[in-house]
């Protein structure tokens, strides 16, 4: 068994946490955390709702501690409290669908940084047929992602079978029923995934799939495997496929987030001090001696305990879950329940006879260089983490950035000079042509964050100017930054056969260099609303339809580009674009970021958002809206 799964807390420590002791409440939810998320993530497909199921699943095991009555069976208690929130999430935005048809979008998004089948074969290192099985997993039925979720654990040794059919509410009988025929389907797809990445590909694959959209569907998996069961050429390259039993045996828990370990309590640094808090004052003043229950703990140098993180904080914002935003710390007591009543809570989990009540003081927002204080910090006016801006410097341009709602920005290098990161955003940091392929530009590239981008334009020679061969002769200097990296972001021709994104990715193939996503620029020529969108939309499809990896769109807007200068669209018209452009990227699911193009706006970049620090232009006030 992984050592992972079984490091959930002992009998002991259950029952403490469920006297009272705040430490080793602490401690309980800091152990269960990892399996929450690992469930939850995967069963919701990396949906942007996962950190906030995973607040909820943890809000009710605290909240219905005190009335478990076995603390033997606190793990299968545990993941049954997880599915159910799964459920439940998965009830409300079927509800918010029927109710609002045709946006769907609206309740799809996935978020950019959550996709479990590409994270799993990044973060745990899959290669080879380990990387095909995380793959395949896309193309499951939406009804057996819950069921994924609970076997991939039972497979890699972190719940037993009992454990899942309790949290089903099935008999062991009839869950290995349902595996079997998952698995099944998962092998099923892992021939396509196989035949899909196949260089030179089938022909008449391809011209199965002329229709298919790109994205990774049940429908779409039938019938791309009834084309590689019966065709002789695909079906050979599926001969040699191991059994998925064999290949996930022995994998780790997925890691969770980064940001995480620096909150959680750990058995060789327990939390050292506490702080009472008296309703309804906001203040927090020392208590001496252990802990009480109407206790919130705090490490030594003034942060939150586990608990505190991971319930008392507004929707979207756990720190453990979302690296670099700041928790929100509430003055309430340990025991408080920031939900309402709850009439669909389990029938098994009683609540706690006494009802506390939460004290929520005002919420103030401090600035980006405050130091800690009491006083909450006010939800960051982040949108989306998916939409960014690309940014250069001028008057007011730290306050532009935060203004724009934002959730990423970058300036087409490793550093932001003068430029402040907004609360809840990220920069993401270029390595912008081969002179900046040195040691120095590589580290501050690697402390900048998960993500790089690679060389802008280089088929252009007033950009990065580089041929192919000495992008993928650089490429591996990049790659040991360890960074997730995007490809060269072309200025046009990305699907083009021998074009020079296409020439680069054959190359990187053949080399064996890690591509993690295609990063594209698209500037529209033809300022009409909706044939501009259509040709944005056609313009990723192709590209994706090529690669089959994550897009991200660095730079876009409508501007017509000739010998006599460039040309620009009304406000008007630049704003109803970017209005309906962005709306159309959110039912893109391989569409994982885009930036516009860009922050500033002056005489000569008129698709800018922002004439100084407060002044957004009619395109950042559309800017201000998008999501």
């Not at 009555?69 to 509800?95: C, F, G």
Request: glycine fraction near 8%.
């Amino acid at each position: 068994m992984s050592s992972a799964g079984r490091a959930l807390p002992d009998v002991g420590l259950v029952v403490a946490a469920r006297q009272g002791d705040q430490r080793a409440l602490d401690d309980v939810v800091a152990a269960s955390l990892p399996l929450v998320y690992n469930i939850v993530g995967r069963a919701l497909r990396g949906h942007a709702d996962v950190d906030d199921v995973v607040q909820e699943t943890l809000v009710r095991v605290i909240r219905y501690l005190p009335a478990l009555n076995d603390p033997a069976a606190y793990r299968s208690w545990l993941v049954a409290i997880t599915i159910r929130q799964v459920r439940d999430w998965e009830t409300r935005r079927r509800v918010a669908l029927n109710r609002d048809a045709g946006l769907d979008a609206i309740h799809n998004v996935p978020d950019p940084a959550s996709d479990f089948a590409g994270m799993t074969i990044l973060r745990l290192g899959l290669t080879d047929q380990r990387r095909e099985v995380a793959e395949a997993t896309r193309w499951l039925d939406p009804d057996d992602q819950e069921l994924l979720s609970l076997w991939w654990l039972e497979e890699t040794g972190e719940i037993t079978r009992n454990e899942v059919a309790d949290a089903l509410g099935l008999s062991p009988g009839h869950v290995a029923v349902r595996v079997h025929r998952m698995k099944e389907q998962i092998q099923s797809a892992r021939g396509v995934v196989r035949a899909l990445r196949a260089r030179p590909g089938c022909p008449d694959l391809g011209v199965v799939a002329t229709e298919w959209d790109g994205v990774p569907s049940s429908l779409w998996r039938k019938r791309l495997a009834r084309h590689v069961r019966d065709c002789a050429f695909c079906a050979r390259l599926g001969s040699t496929l191991l059994p998925i039993d064999r290949l996930l045996a022995g994998l780790p828990l997925l890691p969770l987030p980064a940001g995480l370990g620096a909150h959680l309590p750990s058995a060789a640094a327990p939390t050292a001090a506490a702080q009472a808090v008296a309703p309804p004052a906001p203040t927090v003043a020392p208590a001496a001696g252990p802990t009480s229950p109407g206790a919130v703990s705090t490490d030594a140098g003034g942060g939150q305990s586990i608990v505190d993180l991971a319930v008392n904080r507004p929707r979207g914002l756990v720190p453990s879950l979302a690296a670099g935003v700041a928790a929100a710390v509430v003055a309430i007591t340990m025991a408080v329940v920031i939900l309402p009543d709850d009439p669909s809570a389990p029938s098994w989990a009683a609540p706690p006879s006494a009802a506390p009540t939460a004290v929520v003081p005002p919420s103030v927002a401090p600035s980006p260089s405050a130091r800690p204080s009491s006083k909450p910090p006010v939800t960051p006016v982040v949108s989306s983490a998916r939409k960014g801006v690309g940014v250069w410097n001028f008057a007011g341009a730290s306050q532009a950035l935060a203004n724009s709602k934002a959730g990423w920005y970058y300036t087409w290098g490793t550093q932001h000079p003068g430029i402040s990161t907004p609360r809840g955003a990220t920069f993401v940091p270029m390595i912008r042509s081969a002179e900046n392929v040195t040691a120095t530009e590589l580290a501050r590239a690697k402390a900048a964050g998960p993500y790089l981008l690679t060389f802008n334009e280089p088929d252009l020679p007033d950009q990065a100017n580089m041929t192919v061969e000495q992008a993928l002769d650089l490429w591996p200097q990049l790659m040991a930054t360890g960074s997730r990296l995007g490809s060269p972001a072309v200025a046009w021709g990305g699907p083009d056969p021998q074009g020079w994104l296409d020439r680069f990715m054959t190359g990187a193939q053949a080399r064996g260099h890690r591509v993690d996503f295609i990063t594209l620029h698209w500037f529209g020529a033809d300022f009409t609303t909706a044939t501009a969108v259509a040709q944005l939309r056609q313009y990723l499809q192709a590209v994706y339809q090529r690669y089959r990896k994550p897009i991200w769109l660095t730079e876009f807007a409508l501007i017509r580009f000739g010998a006599g200068g460039s040309q620009f669209p009304s406000q008007e018209q630049q704003a109803a674009f970017l209005t309906a452009a962005t709306a159309m990227l959110g039912q893109l699911p391989y569409l994982q970021r885009y930036a516009w193009f860009g922050l500033p706006a002056t005489a000569k970049d008129r698709s800018g958002l922002f004439s100084d620090g407060a002044e957004a232009t009619v395109v950042g006030r559309a800017f201000q809206a998008a999501r």
